[in-house]
Structure formats: structure tokens, C-alpha cells
């Protein structure tokens, strides 16, 4: 019993400390990177760590993929290509594997100064701020 409740707060512990929303300083760090492709077309990376969440992770992707497009001048996006890198890795607590994954998601988008596209730039980016309680 002892086991579970130290197991369990060990949990507790991961899940506080998830990839914030914020600028990586690179392509592979935790957080998000954006590079431009041509113009209007942009890759974008969310990279979490084992106490973020896959469906955060492709939130906080496509969180991204609104505001770069906002910053450019944009109002819709389209996805043109979606990947996920994510990777899993094990450790031993007390004699249990426990297993982690490390999500990382990839986006390519293409964005319009029309709202032509899918996705409308500033519903994304209000609706997803407002979701994870973001400035």
C-alpha cells in the first residue's frame, strides 16, 4: 500500500510540472518553435515532456499555428501536414516500470489573409487561451 501512495504522489508531482506554453530556444527543446517555409506556409513544433499530455501538446501545436499566422497578417490556416514524433521512455520506481512519453507534434500550415481556410486564426487562439487559462 505504501508503494501505491508514494507511486501516486509521485504522479501528482509529474502532472504540475507539464511543458509550459512558451518559446523554445531551439527546434528540440520543450516548447513551442516555429520556422517560416515560404510565405504563408510555416512548420510548427510543440514539444512536451512526460507530464504533458498528447492532446495539450496538439492543442498547444495548434495554438501556435494560429498565432503565427495572426503575426503574419493572416485570418484562416489549413494543415497541411500533421506528425507525430512523440517519444516513449521507461524507468523503475520501487520495482514498477513506469512508462512516459514525451509528445511532440508537428504541424506545416498554409495560411490565408482570406477566411477561405479551415480554421479561423482568432477563434483558435481565443478559444484555446481561454481553454488552459492563458494570457
Known amino acids: 500500500m505504501r508503494k501505491i501512495l508514494m ?14 506554453y512558451q518559446k523554445a530556444k531551439k527546434e528540440t527543446a520543450k516548447g513551442y518553435f516555429d520556422t ?5 506556409v ?3 513544433i510543440f514539444n512536451g515532456n512526460g507530464a504533458t499530455s498528447a492532446k495539450k501538446a496538439h492543442d498547444y501545436a495548434l495554438l501556435r499555428s494560429a498565432e503565427v499566422c495572426l503575426e503574419n497578417g493572416y485570418q484562416t490556416f489549413d494543415i497541411v501536414s500533421k506528425a507525430d514524433h512523440s517519444t516513449q521512455d521507461g524507468y523503475m520506481v520501487n520495482n514498477i516500470l513506469v512508462m512516459e512519453t514525451e ?4 504541424f ?3 495560411c490565408s489573409k482570406d477566411n477561405d481556410l479551415t480554421f479561423s486564426a482568432k477563434e483558435i487562439k481565443t478559444n484555446l487561451r481561454t481553454k488552459y487559462k492563458l494570457q
Open 36 to 40: 517560416p517555409l515560404q510565405e504563408g
Open 103 to 106: 509528445p511532440k507534434i508537428n
Open 7 to 20: 507511486l501516486c504522489c509521485g504522479f501528482a508531482l509529474l502532472s504540475a510540472c507539464a511543458t509550459p
Open 108 to 110: 506545416v500550415v498554409h
Open 42 to 44: 510555416y512548420d510548427v
